[in-house]
């Protein structure tokens, strides 16, 4: 009763819309360039930054899971080294080295990365739903699996609809970004028909798989950090040895991709001379944004390193977490809006129900997500920390950008003049 509101009010909204903004400006950059144009340079490259702050501490939380993995590794035993600083900073530098380097070599051996990884994906949840399936006919499961009654609406569980939403079920637009390097001509008909096919898949995994992790944890007792790791380990110790191998391949996979996303953006940013033309400099041999990559290198292990200071690893999570996606909420803010407000746009009504859909959706997610939904020691300063993040986020952005536009206003007049 939460996924499927979730899969039908956002995903194929979002889904909906992507596809006609696709069609509409089939252009490399996605959001960055849809709004650029539609609602000017400004909201773009606002736009663009929140995207890339997103993906940018999202690769900065995968060192911090993979340690959670060790507990589960090597058993109970080991439950001491996932809180270890020292472990989280060393796996964070050698997980970034790594994906930066995957990256610098580009999408030749990114795309053979990411596919590994999405079959991994794929698998551990096929995993968790065949361990749980037996204790459901056996009636043995630890929690209700499957809950047919509406929830009560309550703050706590709006915020978990936004977040089941918009947190799970967003980044249908990434694949836009790497639009100029689609085969397909049509990019928003691929695109349309992605989302027809992947709906109901996504939402059967997304309930079975939740189910599953009902069937072996009380919702109090649950792992945010590694759900599958954590069931498989509890149905048999062995599978969460070998469930947390497969759970590095995936985490490996998944920032490489980020990554891949991290260094178009400022690419193409680059290219409208708001960066300079250093992000936008291609290495000879392998034709990637080199400066664009290092810049996503330096900037994960920076923003890894404040949410660490004075965090346990749940904590540090979240606030990575729901900062990044609060910053992604954003961005679809404004992507949504385009079909509803643009001037020269002209969607069907399905288009303009979907964008509202997805807007009323995302409104929701971005205004409930600064506050915690685990249990923090100081609730409130966890708020104020998240509030003063992204508030100064955007100044900065904002800031930057004016300055951006003034040098080169002042270029083209200098140039003018001689």
């Known amino acids: 009763m939460f996924w499927l509101p979730a899969?039908?009010?956002?995903?194929?909204?979002?889904?909906?819309?992507?596809?006609?903004?696709?069609?509409?400006m089939p252009l490399e950059g996605g959001i960055y360039q849809w709004v650029k144009l539609r609602f000017g340079p400004m909201h773009g490259f606002?736009?663009?930054?929140?995207?890339?702050?997103?993906?940018?501490?999202?690769?900065?939380?995968?060192?911090?899971?993979?340690?959670?993995?060790?507990?589960?590794?090597?058993?109970?035993?080991?439950?001491?080294?996932?809180?270890?600083?020292?472990?989280?900073?060393?796996?964070?530098?050698?997980?970034?080295?790594?994906?930066?380097?995957?990256?610098?070599?580009?999408?030749?051996i990114g795309k053979w990365v990411s596919t590994v990884g999405g079959f991994t994906t794929v698998f551990l949840f096929g995993a968790v739903i065949v361990v749980a399936v037996p204790y459901w006919f056996l009636g043995t499961s630890v929690?209700?699996?499957?809950?047919?009654?509406f929830p009560a609406v309550?703050?706590?569980?709006?915020?978990?609809?936004?977040?089941?939403?918009?947190?799970?079920?967003?980044?249908?637009?990434?694949?836009?970004?790497?639009?100029?390097?689609?085969?397909?001509?049509?990019?928003?008909?691929?695109?349309?028909?992605?989302?027809?096919?992947?709906?109901?898949?996504?939402?059967?995994?997304?309930?079975?798989?939740?189910?599953?992790?009902?069937t072996f944890s009380r919702p109090d007792s649950i792992d945010l950090l590694m759900p599958p790791v954590q069931v498989l380990s509890l149905a048999a110790p062995w599978m969460g040895t070998i469930a947390s191998a497969l759970i590095v391949l995936?985490?490996?996979?998944?920032?490489?991709?980020?990554?891949?996303?991290?260094?178009?953006?400022?690419?193409?940013?680059?290219?409208?001379?708001?960066?300079?033309e250093w992000f936008s400099r291609l290495h000879p041999r392998y034709r990637t944004p080199v400066g664009s990559v290092i810049f996503a290198a330096v900037g994960t292990?920076?923003?890894?390193?404040?949410?660490?200071?004075?965090?346990?690893n749940q904590e540090a999570y979240q606030?990575?977490?729901?900062?990044?996606?609060?910053?992604y909420g954003l961005a679809y803010l404004i992507m949504f809006a385009i079909p509803l407000l643009a001037r020269g746009e002209k969607p069907s009504w399905m288009v303009r129900v979907s964008a509202l859909s997805g807007l009323a959706m995302t409104l929701l997610f971005v205004v409930l997500s600064i506050f915690p939904i685990v249990?923090?020691?100081?609730?409130?300063?966890?708020?104020?920390?998240?509030?003063?993040?992204?508030?100064?986020?955007?100044?900065?952005?904002?800031?930057?950008?004016?300055?951006?536009?003034?040098?080169?206003?002042?270029?083209?007049?200098?140039?003018?003049?001689?």
């Open 250 to 276: 995936m985490l490996l996979a998944g920032g490489s991709l980020s990554f891949g996303v991290l260094s178009r953006l400022p690419m193409v940013a680059g290219w409208d001379h708001l960066l300079p």
């Open 319 to 327: 606030f990575l977490l729901n900062t990044g996606l609060i910053c």
């Open 375 to 418: 249990e923090e020691q100081n609730p409130g300063l966890f708020t104020i920390r998240m509030l003063a993040v992204l508030v100064g986020l955007q100044l900065a952005g904002a800031a930057f950008y004016v300055r951006a536009e003034r040098t080169r206003l002042s270029s083209i007049a200098r140039a003018a003049g001689a």
């Open 7 to 24: 899969v039908l009010l956002f995903y194929v909204p979002s889904g909906i819309v992507v596809a006609h903004l696709a069609r509409e």
């Open 301 to 312: 292990l920076v923003f890894a390193a404040v949410a660490n200071v004075g965090a346990g």
């Open 143 to 149: 929690t209700t699996p499957i809950a047919i009654s």
């Open 154 to 214: 309550s703050l706590l569980n709006l915020n978990l609809l936004g977040k089941m939403g918009c947190a799970a079920l967003s980044g249908i637009d990434t694949v836009a970004v790497f639009a100029g390097e689609f085969r397909s001509k049509d990019a928003g008909g691929a695109i349309r028909k992605s989302v027809w096919i992947g709906a109901p898949v996504i939402a059967a995994l997304m309930v079975l798989g939740t189910a599953s992790v009902l």
């Open 46 to 108: 606002m736009a663009a930054m929140n995207i890339w702050l997103f993906y940018v501490l999202m690769c900065a939380t995968i060192g911090l899971q993979m340690v959670s993995t060790i507990p589960y590794a090597v058993h109970a035993s080991a439950a001491g080294i996932a809180s270890n600083k020292l472990l989280i900073a060393f796996s964070t530098l050698a997980v970034i080295g790594i994906v930066t380097l995957v990256a610098w070599r580009g999408l030749g």
